[in-house]
């Protein structure tokens, strides 16, 4: 199984940019999929995770970033709008089935201010 994500970049302060993570080798769909990011010097967090009934935010980013999916889930995306300086950082997405999880290799994204 291998999920590669894909949509970072730079960007100034205020702009948008859409990540998307897709799945392959995979006959399965996730139960849940998600955005995590590591800011450097900094722990791994969650941003935003989404399975079939709902969807999660960390806090910092409620109101600017939209996260979906395919209905296979099987394909994650991460709308980011109002960029701000802190959410740089490298954005890994992520699947969980049946108490496994599985790791996209990350992408970067630098907002400059």
């Known amino acids: 199984v291998q999920l590669q994500a894909s949509g970072g970049g730079l960007v100034q302060t205020g702009g948008s940019l859409r990540l998307s993570c897709g799945a392959s080798?995979?006959?399965?769909?996730?139960?849940?999929l998600g955005w995590y990011r590591q800011a450097p010097g900094k722990q791994r967090e969650l941003v935003a995770r989404?399975?079939?009934?709902?969807?999660d935010y960390a806090d910092s980013v409620k109101g600017r970033f939209t996260i979906s999916r395919d209905n296979a889930m099987h394909t994650v995306y991460l709308q980011m709008s109002s960029l701000k300086p802190e959410d740089t950082g490298v954005y890994y997405c992520?699947?969980?089935?049946?108490?496994?999880?599985?790791w996209g290799q990350g992408t970067q994204v630098t907002v400059s201010s």
């Open positions: 080798g995979i006959t399965f769909g996730f139960n849940r």
């Open positions: 992520n699947g969980d089935r049946l108490g496994v999880s599985y």
């Open positions: 989404i399975s079939r009934d709902r969807s």
